[in-house]
């Protein structure tokens, strides 16, 4: 967000603008990110809430997590996958999300318990304040990680020097449409994994179209002639494919209402999504919007194949929605780019240049983060029994060689929950007396009793639930050489 400090202050909002760009520096700005989590329908989950199919306004934060977290700072891009980015872009989905029509598909008390403190005016208010903190915090790594532009000033020669850099993308992801589909097929349990990678799909697919629609809205067809059309159109595919979506989903038992596996999206799922909608709101940054727009149909394209493969092999249905997919080529590219960035480049030049590279650059250093992401999480979930054996090995190696780490406890009730997260370093879980389950899917629920333990590499989402009247449990924190021995 940026304010025209030589403008004297004409309204309101413009004293509003000044306000929250203070409040991004320091702690104010957290403050105000505390204040929006302190919403109702972001409280911590509770034991029945794993997934809510009937609810979309249910939206678990750990806003308790906060009281020591810190948004005031951005990120860097090493630290991306830490707790704070989780939760942040749990917030800010929140926030965009608040301003679009989502229903339940019947009437149920849950929802309508929950529909008014996510639609309401105070939740509004907090969401404006707490929205350029968050977004700070959350994405100011990009243009700090992002590779320069390529050719020169603009002109013919940085078009087609742009042109070459996206057709150089697309030939380099050809063959290689991700890492996290290589694990995929070589998991045991491919069902599991399939419907967990579904359930990261349905945390950014939607959101992107979404988004997509939005920066379609308004008047601007003098400036931007096509533009208005071709991102219409693309929303008007993903609108008619709502069955095909819907069939997909129901192959691996789940449901198209949105925010219904709210806890088991992960971090940079939940980026993918944010990074169009963040882009799709800000008129200024319209050539960073048509740069990740284009990723994103290169991105779709690219993939169809590998997901339609890997749902046929798991579900044993080749799903409809991934064939429809409108392909992409050298030749279709050079054209998209042709049409939505020429009459940019007319009117704003290397500007317009220089914002469709960013937007397009951050949405694949994105995407690539994800596939990462995505790929560790299913590979680990995939191993839990290995997990287990090395987590009594790391234990017994801590008790005979007289280690001492810091370590974490925990005494629980029946029926406490442990909002979904991930851990900023490793650890183990020990059980030390009681009974939990432990997720990270919702496929199954993993048992834990007296004497259990687990690894819990950092950055991995799982979540818990104590099934005894207590349960006492301890948390070392396994220092990253020590990790790697094992």
């Given amino acids: 967000m940026t304010v025209d400090q030589t403008a004297p202050a004409r309204s309101a909002a413009s004293d509003l603008a000044s306000v929250v760009e203070v409040a991004q520096l320091g702690v104010d700005g957290h403050a105000l990110v505390r204040s929006f989590a302190a919403n109702p329908a972001f ?127 697309w030939e380099a992801r050809r063959d290689h449409p991700g890492d996290a589909f290589a694990v995929l097929r070589g998991t045991r349990d491919r069902r599991e994994a399939t419907t967990f990678a579904l359930l990261q799909l349905s945390a950014y697919l939607p959101a992107a179209r979404t988004a997509t629609a939005r920066a379609a809205l308004g008047e601007f067809d003098r400036a931007h002639p096509g533009a208005r059309t071709l991102l219409l159109d693309d929303y008007r595919r993903w609108a008619s494919a709502s069955d095909d979506w819907a069939a997909l989903l129901a192959a691996a038992g789940l449901t198209t209402t949105v925010g219904a596996y709210w806890q088991l999206y992960l971090n940079t799922a939940l980026a993918r999504g944010n990074h169009l909608h963040q882009l799709s709101r800000a008129p200024r940054r319209r050539g960073e919007l048509l740069g990740a727009y284009v990723h994103q149909r290169l991105d779709d394209a690219l993939t169809a194949g590998a997901w339609a493969d890997a749902v046929e ?72 029994e290995e997990h287990k054996a090395k987590a009594e090995a790391i234990s017994a190696y801590l008790t005979n060689e007289r280690i001492e780490v810091d370590l974490d406890t925990f005494v629980e009730s029946c029926d406490e929950t442990s909002t979904t997260h991930v851990h900023d370093e490793h650890r183990l879980v020990m059980i030390e007396t009681g009974d939990m389950h432990f997720w990270n899917n919702i496929t199954h629920k993993i048992s834990l009793t007296d004497g259990d333990k687990i690894l819990i590499p950092k950055s991995r989402l799982h979540g818990s639930t104590v099934l005894s009247g207590s349960c006492t449990y301890h948390q070392p924190i396994i220092p990253d050489e020590m990790y790697a021995k094992f």
């Fill in 313 to 384: 092999n798991a579900l044993g249905e080749r799903p409809a929605l991934f064939a429809a997919v409108p392909p992409v080529t050298p030749a279709v590219l050079t054209g998209l780019v042709g049409a939505l960035l020429r009459p940019l480049v007319a009117a704003w030049g290397e500007r317009a240049l220089a914002g469709f590279h960013a937007g397009f650059a951050d949405a694949a250093a994105l995407a690539a983060r994800h596939d990462r992401d995505l790929a560790a999480q299913l590979a680990w979930a995939d191993a839990i």
């Fill in 43 to 169: 409280r911590a989950a509770e034991w029945e809430e794993l997934t809510t199919e009937n609810n979309p306004y249910r939206r678990p934060v750990r806003p308790d997590d906060l009281r020591w977290l810190n948004y005031g700072a951005p990120l860097r891009g090493e630290q991306a996958l830490k707790l704070s980015g989780l939760l942040g872009h749990r917030m800010l989905r929140n926030i965009y999300d608040a301003d679009l029509l989502y229903l339940p598909a019947e009437r149920n008390d849950a929802a309508e318990h929950d529909i008014d403190d996510f639609y309401g005016p105070a939740n509004r208010l907090r969401a404006a304040l707490a929205q350029p903190v968050l977004e700070r915090h959350l994405f100011s790594h990009l243009a700090e990680d992002r590779p320069a532009p390529p050719g020169g000033r603009a002109g013919e020669g940085a078009f087609r020097a742009l042109v070459g850099e996206v057709v150089g993308y």
